[in-house]
């Protein structure tokens, strides 16, 4: 029973651990452990016994093929596995085929290499890209429509700015020229409007986040797509909030005009990063040719996009903001548009691609965040009132129903 | 490099990219001659870089040295060790170990085969028909295994049962007959992972009187489905990938040729043979003295075989592959190259049955 009297200040001895210096040691004798832990494993290496008799655990990563010019592809590879793999032959529509690897043909981990092929590929039609390895596992990648490779020309810039400004920016800028209606509605639809606003924003952020966990599928397991997605989503999510709340702090924060104007610009800068995604979706695909850019696609995306818009101007609407904070939303939502196009068709990467959706996604749930927020700090019933409730379920409706053009 | 020999190259590459190419070369005076012209015998002073020239896709060679050598297999045959039993009939004996053992089956890829002798395919057994084989067969290898012979012998030497477990010995013992080429596989279950992971080879029973004098030579194709998918990455005949097509297959203009062709493919109902520039005398199964087609092209299910015989007429490489064109670009690609005046040289000797 001593020990039930002793326990509490025993342990209360132990959390003060005294002089800074010492506590700097405990702090660091697990990580020193950790080292010594790592380098007996490294010398002694006990999981060899476990490994007798298997096969290398190889894992090559195909990240993207380009066609730079008739006859020729080149193949990018990531050995995102625990093994160095070697490439012995490489193999196009079943057929072994000469090739060039630039370095070894032995990838270590996390290395890449670039595999020319010259391989008379036919404009329209699927090829099939299998690499064999020394111990006979097989990596492939299916060109789904060959076609060239647009080379970063002024040209193809230019198209892919055009394509930017077609499905990003004009549709943004025409869904603002719904403030004026705004500005008139008086609060009650106002808080309509919010309400419709945050039914777009989580369409768009789940559109995102399911496009970022696709592209983390093909990202190389040691990158760990889905953790990348988690460290976008939280990250971009934590960093505004932070932000945010030193503003709140050293402005006042009573949902003022400069907060509510702070809003507007937070939500253009969610969905500029959404668009941004949606530009390297385009780019990409088009540089990879599986989808043929129809002028039905491009007005899908335009008329999906104009009410982001909306969703913009409508926390500002009674505030009268001067035209060009408007066009600076306006720009900030829709430019990321061109520099995903630019991106997504020139420098694809799966990594970057689910990093860009995922910081998207936690950009519009920190957007949306903040509209509840004001709108509860401005009416008790906040969204769920049935005014409110039913603005969202219409927002909903009206994202999904406006998708429905952009299935390519 | 000078500037004759960077042409040299030039004229090479392009012969390189198709077999109708070096055919043309062919017709004008002879292959082996132009290719001589072009420094491109694999004999004298042909380098490395000028025989890659004449391969398809396929990246890097066979490093030489103590592994399987398909060009000596070719012609390897194994006629036993020969004893004569009480009533003075000749009796063949075999050892045969199954053993795992990894083998490339395309430069730089390695297949964990299952093999008889440490071979893929294993060691050509050949005998005359009436003859008394005893093959002692002790399981070496990491799974159960059998040799099952093709050929009418008694129900209990098939090969079936008993199953050979790992460190057991069984002795087979039968009269060899019908006279043909036979393969020889293992029948353990699952069969077809026992057979594409390499446990088989060729039996060849000589009729009484033997065949008339030729170069001769096997040829089992083969097929390696290196990721387990249940289909082939690999095609070949004698296991190497493209192994023929750099080192061309020597014989003699007008020599009779016999090749014992044996289709040992898994997963691929069907496998053929095609014969560029010239035609061959089929005999199936080898069972009949006469021959039942004139052709150039031949096509054999699993596990069927059988005798191609040719005299070729004229000098030059004569492209050899399967015309399944996925088989041939994926492996099964070679030359045989007729030489004049062959048989007077240093080589393979003529067989002669006796």
Known sequence: MDSGVTGPSGSSAGGSVGSPGRRLLLGIAPLLLLAALVAVFIVVDPTSVLRTGFPPVEELTIERVTLPE??????????????????????????????????????????????????????????????????????????????????????????????????????????????????????????????????????????ALHEALEIAGSVPAAFQGVGLVVLGVLGSLLTLRAVGSVRRRTGGGDDGPRDRLRLAYLIALGIGLHNLGEGLAIGSAYALGSIALGSFLVIGFAIHNTTEGLAIVAPVAADRPPLRRLLAMGALAGLPTIAGTWIGGFAYSPIAATLFLAVGVGAILEVVLEIAGMMRREDPGGLFQPLNASGLAIGLLVMYGTALLVVA | MSRRDWLKLGGVGVAGLSGASILALARRGGAAAALERAGLRQEAGSTHEELQQLRMGVFGDYPPGDGFDPMAFLTEFDYGRVVRDPSGRTVREYEMVAVDREIEVAPGVWFPAWTYNGQVPGPTLRCTEGDVLRIRFSNAGSHPHTIHFHGTHPTEMDGVFPVIEPGERFTYEFEAKPFGVHPYHCHSLPLKRHIHKGLYGVLIVDPPGGRAPAREMVMVMNGFDTNFDGENEVYAINTAAFYYQTRPIRVGVKEPVRIYLVNMTEFDPVNSLHLHAAMFRFYRTGTRLDHHEFTDTIMLCQGERGIVEMELENPGLHMVHAHQSEFAELGWMSFIDAVPHLAAEAGVPVHRHG
Not at chain 1, 128 to 146: D, K, P, Q
């Open chain 1, 70 to 207: 008739p006859g020729v592809m080149r193949v990018h590879v990531v050995n995102g596995g625990p093994e160095p793999v070697t490439v012995a032959q490489v193999l196009v529509d079943e057929a072994y085929w000469k090739h060039e690897i630039d370095g070894d043909r032995t990838i270590p981990r996390l290395g890449r290499a670039t595999i020319t092929i010259p391989y008379p590929w036919v404009e329209g039609e699927p090829h099939e890209i299998v690499l064999l390895s020394s111990t006979g596992v097989t990596f492939s990648y299916e060109v789904e429509v060959a076609t060239q490779t647009p080379r970063p020309s002024a040209r193809f810039f230019g198209i892919f700015a055009l394509l930017g400004i077609y499905v990003g920016l004009v549709p943004v800028l025409i869904g603002l020229l719904w403030y004026p209606f705004l500005r008139d509605v008086g609060r009650r639809w106002i808080h309509f409007f919010l309400s419709l606003t945050i039914g777009l924003l989580v369409f768009l952020g789940a559109d």
